[in-house]
């Protein structure tokens, strides 16, 4: 069976690696005493897969982990074992039990939805009127240039700040950061994903609407 978990990240967990955030997953699983499957080989590990990685510095409310078990357990007893085991700066929202046939959220997910709070913030809803926006980096030793404006979807004003949905996941990725270098913005921001989304027909879905 695959239990999809959402969870989020506070401020005060924000800047624990992708890496430590497996710990903290390994050890609050065996805490909540969940029956988990393991890969095989030497070194046996539980069969997590989270959704998307979070950058270093990044809150977020909608983070997603599918969780392969043993056997079926509810996904209210799921999420009471686990809430009780995860630390406290990892909120945790819902549990959903899926079919083992469905397709991972790593490979499913198509989109991210951020919101940025800085003092620049007119400079990101000028996106919307700009032809392109081009970033430039360093790849192999050569400098590359790319435009991300067809990788994003929206662009808006809300009460926390400036919300903007682009590409993410394996097939195309733009990261907060990548955004900001684009502007030429060096100021201080504070960034926050909202949530992760799977593009279906048109709409968007999150993780846990897989079937």
């Given at each position: 069976?695959?239990?999809?978990?959402k969870?989020?990240?506070?401020?005060?967990?924000?800047?624990?690696?992708?890496?430590?955030?497996?710990?903290?997953?390994?050890?609050?699983?065996?805490?909540?005493?969940?029956?988990?499957?393991?890969?095989?080989?030497?070194?046996?590990?539980?069969?997590?897969?989270?959704?998307?990685?979070?950058?270093?510095?990044?809150?977020?409310?909608?983070?997603?982990?599918?969780?392969?078990?043993?056997?079926?357990?509810p996904?209210e007893?799921?999420?009471?074992?686990?809430?009780?085991a995860?630390?406290?700066?990892?909120?945790?929202?819902?549990?959903?039990?899926?079919?083992?046939s469905?397709?991972?959220?790593?490979?499913?997910?198509?989109?991210?939805?951020?919101?940025?709070?800085?003092?620049?913030?007119?400079?990101?809803?000028?996106?919307?009127?700009?032809?392109?926006?081009?970033?430039?980096?360093?790849?192999?030793?050569?400098?590359?240039?790319?435009?991300?404006?067809?990788?994003?979807?929206?662009?808006?004003?809300?009460?926390?700040?400036?919300r903007?949905?682009?590409?993410?996941?394996?097939?195309?990725?733009?990261?907060?950061?990548?955004?900001?270098?684009a502007?030429?913005?060096?100021?201080?921001?504070?960034?926050?994903?909202?949530?992760?989304?799977?593009?279906?027909?048109?709409?968007?879905?999150?993780?846990?609407?897989?079937?």
């Open positions: 069976m695959i239990t999809c978990v969870f989020g990240k506070d401020s005060s967990a924000a800047f624990v690696s992708h890496l430590d955030l497996i710990r903290v997953f390994e050890r609050a699983m065996r805490r909540a005493s969940l029956p988990l499957s393991f890969t095989q080989g030497f070194s046996p590990r539980p069969k997590m897969v989270f959704a998307h990685a979070l950058g270093v510095g990044i809150t977020s409310s909608g983070e997603y982990l599918d969780v392969t078990l043993e056997k079926e357990l996904s007893v799921i999420f009471q074992r686990l809430k009780e995860l630390p406290e700066h990892f909120p945790l929202y819902d549990v959903v039990n899926l079919p083992d469905v397709t991972p959220a790593m490979a499913a997910i198509t989109h991210a939805s951020y919101v940025f709070q800085n003092q620049e913030e007119e400079r990101l809803l000028e996106i919307n009127f700009l032809d392109s926006l081009i970033y430039t980096r360093t790849k192999k030793g050569k400098v590359v240039a790319e435009d991300l404006k067809p990788h994003i979807s929206l662009i808006e004003k809300t009460a926390s700040g400036v903007i949905i682009a590409r993410a996941g394996s097939q195309k990725n733009v990261r907060p950061s990548a955004i900001l270098s502007l030429e913005i060096s100021a201080q921001t504070r960034i926050h994903r909202e949530d992760i989304y799977i593009e279906k027909e048109g709409c968007f879905i999150t993780p846990l609407m897989r079937s």
